[in-house]
């Protein structure tokens, strides 16, 4: 009966939240646990989680979750507290905030006029790609504004393999860019990236957590660059150096043809 009206449901929303998808399996009825320890996990996340399955509202994916291992959830902690911390007495907003992800990241931009309808709707971040928790790109990135840089935490899944036990360099560079243009574009709207430079100093052990600090040099015209450092969550070890040039689109970029 339940089921019946979860699919009831589900029908007359097209668009539910991912959850909502989940709502309507049987396999839900498991996760319901896992969403409720990812409650627990995190205390602030728990005002801004939807525990609603048929919520309208996207789901964040970079809320806590039970795929995060005790570092993630610890680093996490740490800056998510700066994002409740003013910079001076007279400062209205605290520097750092966390930015909510989502699947799909400009919902409605057209990306084409030749892109057809069933491929706009299908269409996914690719980070953002899987339903299961901690299986490929599990990450969460905070910005501030102020100072022009960000810090993203991001565990690594074992989906994203390449060398036995380490991480795919593809991956790596899926981050870097993520994270570089995610500052460019909350800095300056939106861009597209010309150009990434990557140099990998030692390799990430699969499931671990590692820092992304991007930050950025300097606009000229239309053109943004950004660097970007991949480390330990200690900053001890240096994983990854980065340079990525963004260049910004306007709004003829709703116009681009899909050949
Ligand atoms: C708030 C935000 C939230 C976001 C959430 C989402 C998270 C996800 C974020 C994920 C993010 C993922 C993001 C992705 O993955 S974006 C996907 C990967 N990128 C692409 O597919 C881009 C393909 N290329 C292009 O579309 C164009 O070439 C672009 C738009 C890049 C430039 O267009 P165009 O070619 O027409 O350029 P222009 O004539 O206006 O030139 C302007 C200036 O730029 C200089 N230039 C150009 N190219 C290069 C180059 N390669 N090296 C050095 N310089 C270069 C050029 O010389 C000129 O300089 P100047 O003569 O003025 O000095």
Redesign the pocket.
């Known amino acids: 009966m339940i089921l019946r009206c979860l699919h009831a449901v589900r029908r007359f929303i097209p668009h539910c939240p991912a959850l909502c998808r989940d709502a309507v399996s049987k396999r839900s009825l498991v996760k319901i646990p896992e969403l409720l320890y990812s409650a627990r996990a995190s205390a602030r996340g728990l005002s801004k989680m939807s525990l609603w399955p048929f919520s309208v509202s996207p789901w964040d994916f970079s809320q806590p979750n039970a795929s995060w291992n005790a570092e993630m959830q610890e680093v996490y902690d740490r800056y998510n507290a700066l994002c409740e911390v003013k910079a001076e007495e007279t400062e209205k907003k605290p520097p750092w905030r966390k930015l909510p992800s989502y699947n799909r990241?400009l919902k409605y931009v057209t990306g084409g006029v030749y892109l057809s309808k069933i491929i706009q709707s299908k269409a996914r971040?690719f980070t953002r790609n899987l339903k299961e928790h901690g299986a490929a790109f599990e990450y969460v990135v905070f910005m501030n504004k102020q100072e022009k840089r960000c810090v993203c935490l991001f565990q690594a899944g074992h989906l994203l393999e390449g060398p036995p036990g380490y991480v795919h360099g593809g991956a790596i560079a899926t981050m870097i860019?993520?994270v570089t243009?995610?500052l460019a574009?909350?800095l300056v709207g939106p861009v597209?990236?010309?150009?990434l430079n990557i140099n990998y100093r030692s390799p990430v052990p699969l499931g671990s957590v590692v820092v992304l600090h991007g930050a950025l040099d300097r606009i000229?015209?239309?053109?943004v660059f950004v660097t970007c450092r991949m480390t330990s969550t200690d900053e001890s070890k240096l994983h990854t150096e980065a340079t990525a040039?963004f260049?910004t689109?306007g709004p003829q970029w709703n116009s681009f043809e899909v050949s």
């Not at 597209?192 to 150009?195: G, I, P």
């Open positions: 990241s971040l860019d993520t243009g995610t574009g909350y597209m990236t010309a150009n000229e015209g239309k053109k040039l260049i689109v």
